[in-house]
Structure formats: structure tokens, C-alpha cells
């Protein structure tokens, strides 16, 4: 700062832009730091920028006081350091040191990518680097790679690559790799990850690239419903970051995406696609699985559903503007078979779904009609005049609709779900609406047919039904069957009379 080691002086606005070679990273070390205090910074600080200032997208940092700053490596090339004075109160300022830094370092951003020295080519003998992942307190960091090619050998004694659960090679080591095989995904307990590249003296290989992920830019949600929003919402998120967000549902589930908010970088002019910040969603664990869509800007997308019990959404983001992000919530679309007769609703839950539940917990109209236990299902069946149900008029097509209610309350917080059963009798064709999830999510707006019964297989604990349905038929023909003929007799009395 200017001045050092005196005070520095006021009202003093200092920019330094640090650029090494393309392809290097910046290290910066603080030797010296002593600035005015202020709980958020306001008064006298420096800023440390992922790039070039400017653009918040690209803060590594904001600090003042006495504690010094840990140390920042760069995710690419360029780095900006900037010092603001205000007009009351002096420090002795602070000093820093910085170098290229070609081979390990101080990593602390949400995601980023670290690679052997000059990965796509061999890398060099006899060389060692040292990365260390740190990630906010209280959150984990997750590796994953995504090339491996080193010299093999049994042991992994010649070239390999180290993974500590910790920041030095004193903690537990998590494993070791070499060879051309990729080595799986690997979770720290803690917030620190440190990741060891070592070769010896003779016979190179490709070398490895590998991500990483930490705190709030990676998660996995395994719960009925939930929401999560992008890093740092609603204030801007970071540029240049991958982040994933895995929901993960018991098997037979479907998974309903709602967009609460998105304000992300707009599309590119000359392409009118989202080729710069843009989040995308896969059906399924990986981005290898079918892309149902990818947005950018502001204009929110309608809702989302999976066709299985999995889903992933990718965030990413370039090196420069950055907007408010995204929020959605979530709910798990619990499978069931929906099918009706001229008089009857039959409704089918496998009990693994809601293995949680009791059969009270499931109902259809009122409480008084709650599911019954049948082999491995929940099942209801009622026919049409009980079990709250009532005739509409839709599409000028008449109806017979009723509600199926799923208690997840827990006695803390109430959480019914409700989905709408409609059958038109005339067509024997049933279908059920999500009508909503929990209040919280307000989901009643976005009902949307969801199942549609007759298209699915039929199981063995299908029989019952499938021969009720029949029965219903035979006694309805049977019964116009039998006017009729009441009719001609009373037809033919009436002319002999």
C-alpha cells in the first residue's frame, strides 16, 4: 500500500493488475496486513478479483482489519488486487508477494480444475506439485477427474497422484492412483483437500485434468421436496464456475422441477444461444443423460419433470458479467396406477414408495377412505358416489373427480400432498393431477396430468381389477340388455290389450 510500512493516506483508491504467462495461474501471499477495522468492510479494504475488476462475478474476496487475508490463487492467468481509503482513520497498509504459479497453490474458489504441468502433453520428470482445495468452513469438497494417464505400476510408486483429507500430507491419505485407469469420485470430510502430483525420472504419460466442487456449488438432495438456489443468491454469483445439484428420489419417482427466479447472462447475439452463463438440466445423474433444457437471461422457464428418479443441474458460468441467479423448488412425483371402471375409481401405490407411511396417511376425498394394505401396494377402491367424490362438466365431457391426499406431516410441520383423480366413465379413462406439494411451494397453479392409466403395464396384482372392470361391463349390458326386453313385452301388451 502506499506509504509502506508509514501510514498510508486517505481517500486513496489503488488498482493492481497482475497477468502472467496464458496458461499459469497468479499466487498472491500477504507478508503484512493491518488496515481500519469494520464489520462489513466499508471504510478503508482491499479486494481481491478472479480476473479483472469490475465485475463481481469475479470477487475472491473483500477484507480489512488485522487478520491477514489467506493466501488466493488465480483460475486463470490475470488477477486484480484493489486498495480503497476513506477520509478518516490510517493503518500501517499492507504488502504482498505474488509469482506464477505453474504447478500447485492455494485454491479457495466454489469450483475449478486443476491438471498436471503441461497437460494434454507428457508432463515432465521429476516434478511435484502440491494443491491445496480450501473450501468456506462447514462445507466438504468433492474430485472428480476427468482424464488419468501415468506410468502404472503395482505399487504407484513412480508417477501418481495423492489425496489427503486434509491440507498436508500429515492427514489421512484418502488414496493414491497411477496407471491409465480414472480413478473415482473423491469426498473430503472437511473443508480442505490437498491433491499431490509426483513423477520420478524417466517414462511420462498424458498426465490427468480433475474438477473440483465445494460447499454450496455441489449437492445431492435425497428428500420427498426441497429447494436451492445458485451460489451466493440473490447477489451475484461467481464467474467462472461448474456447479452441480443432484436430486436423487427412491426408485418409481418422477422429479418436478419449479423455476422460482432465474437472471443469468443473456444469449449470445450472433448465435442466439446460451453460450455463455446458462443453466442446463439432465434427466438422469450425469451430463451424459437426455438435456431437457438450457436457459439463460430472465425470462423464466416453465416447469420441468424427469422420467426417472434422477436429476442434474449444471450451472456454469465464463469469466465476466454476472447477474442474480437462479432459484427452483422441488417435489418427488410419487408413482402410482390410476385406473377406473363406470363405477368405480381403483388407485395403486407401491408401499416401497411410501414405505414411511402408515395407510391412514393415504386418502382419497376424506379420512374415512384411506388406503388398504394388498400384498406390496396401497390400494384404494371406491366406487363413485363415496369417498368425497363429485360429478363436473369439463370440455363439455362429464367427469367424476376426487382428491388423493398423502400425509407427509411429521407432527412438527404439515406437508399433505394432493393430486386430483378424475375418470370420464363413458371412455373408462383415468388420469391424476399433482395438484400440490406443500403450500410453501404454492405447486396448485402448475397441475398437469402426470399419469395416464391403460398405458402402463398390468401386474399379476393388477387381476382383481382388471376383472372388476370386466364384471362392471357385463352387469351394465346386462342391465340395458334387460330394459329392452322389459320394454318390448310391455310394448306387446299394450298392442294385444
Excluded at 80 to 97: E, L, N, P, W
Aim: charged share 20%; aromatic share 12%; proline share 5%.
Amino acid at each position: 500500500s502506499p506509504n509502506f510500512p508509514g501510514l498510508y493516506p486517505y481517500n486513496t483508491e489503488c488498482a493492481w493488475l497482475i497477468v502472467v504467462t496464458e496458461g499459469s495461474s497468479v499466487l498472491l501471499t500477504f507478508q503484512h496486513f493491518d488496515l481500519e477495522y469494520h464489520d462489513h468492510c466499508e471504510y478503508d479494504y482491499i479486494k481481491i478479483y478472479n480476473g479483472i475488476s469490475g465485475d463481481e462475478g469475479n470477487l475472491l474476496g473483500k477484507f480489512c482489519g488485522k487478520v491477514f487475508p489467506p493466501p488466493f490463487t488465480s483460475s486463470w492467468n490475470v488477477m486484480t488486487v484493489i486498495f480503497h481509503s476513506d477520509k478518516h482513520v490510517a493503518s500501517q497498509g499492507f504488502s504482498a508477494a505474488y509469482r506464477k504459479d505453474v504447478c500447485g497453490g492455494v485454491i479457495t474458489g466454489l469450483s475449478g480444475s486443476i491438471m498436471s504441468p503441461d497437460y494434454h502433453e507428457n508432463y515432465p520428470n521429476d516434478a511435484e506439485c502440491h494443491w491445496v482445495i480450501r473450501a468456506a468452513p462447514n462445507s466438504v469438497i468433492k474430485l472428480v477427474f476427468a482424464d488419468f494417464h501415468m506410468e502404472n505400476n503395482e505399487e504407484c510408486n513412480f508417477d501418481y497422484v495423492a489425496i489427503f483429507d486434509g491440507p498436508t500430507m500429515e492427514n489421512t491419505l484418502l488414496n493414491h492412483y497411477c496407471g491409465n485407469t480414472k480413478p473415482p469420485d473423491v469426498a473430503s470430510s472437511s473443508h480442505e483437500l490437498l491433491v499431490v502430483f509426483k513423477s520420478d525420472f524417466n517414462i511420462a504419460g498424458r498426465g490427468f485434468k480433475a474438477y473440483f466442487f465445494s460447499g454450496e456449488c455441489q449437492e445431492l438432495y435425497t428428500a420427498i421436496k426441497g429447494n436451492f438456489s445458485s451460489p451466493q443468491y440473490p447477489n451475484f454469483y461467481p464467474n467462472n464456475i461448474k456447479c452441480h445439484w443432484t436430486i436423487q428420489l427412491p426408485l418409481g419417482y418422477r422429479i418436478k422441477v419449479f423455476f422460482l427466479d432465474l437472471d443469468l447472462e443473456g444469449q449470445n447475439s450472433l448465435t442466439d444461444g446460451c453460450d455463455y452463463d446458462h443453466l442446463a438440466v439432465f434427466d438422469g445423474g450425469t451430463e451424459k443423460a437426455s438435456l431437457l433444457g438450457k436457459w439463460c437471461g430472465k425470462e423464466i422457464p416453465s416447469p420441468i419433470i424427469s422420467s426417472r428418479n434422477r436429476l442434474l443441474l449444471v450451472l456454469h458460468t465464463d469469466r465476466n458479467t454476472a447477474n442474480r441467479g437462479f432459484s427452483v423448488a422441488y417435489i418427488g412425483v410419487v408413482p402410482m396406477n390410476v385406473s377406473c371402471t363406470r363405477t368405480d375409481f381403483h388407485i395403486q401405490i407401491p408401499m416401497q414408495s411410501l414405505a414411511q407411511l402408515e395407510r391412514n396417511k393415504i386418502y382419497l376425498g376424506t379420512p374415512s377412505c384411506p388406503a388398504q394394505v394388498v400384498g406390496l401396494n396401497f390400494k384404494i377402491h371406491t366406487r363413485f358416489d363415496t369417498c368425497g367424490t363429485e360429478s363436473q362438466k369439463r370440455n363439455h365431457t362429464s367427469v367424476i373427480v376426487s382428491i388423493l391426499y398423502i400425509d407427509f406431516s411429521d407432527g412438527k410441520q404439515e406437508d399433505v400432498h394432493q393430486y386430483e383423480v378424475q375418470c370420464e366413465p363413458k371412455r373408462k379413462e383415468a388420469s391424476v393431477n399433482l395438484l400440490s406439494g406443500s403450500s410453501l411451494y404454492r405447486l396448485s397453479q402448475y397441475a398437469e396430468n402426470l399419469v395416464e392409466s391403460q398405458r402402463q403395464e398390468a401386474e399379476p396384482a393388477d387381476v382383481y381389477e382388471s376383472k372388476s372392470q370386466d364384471t362392471s361391463d357385463i352387469v351394465f349390458i346386462s342391465i340395458c340388455v334387460l330394459a329392452g326386453i322389459l320394454m318390448v313385452i310391455a310394448i306387446v301388451g299394450l298392442v294385444l290389450l
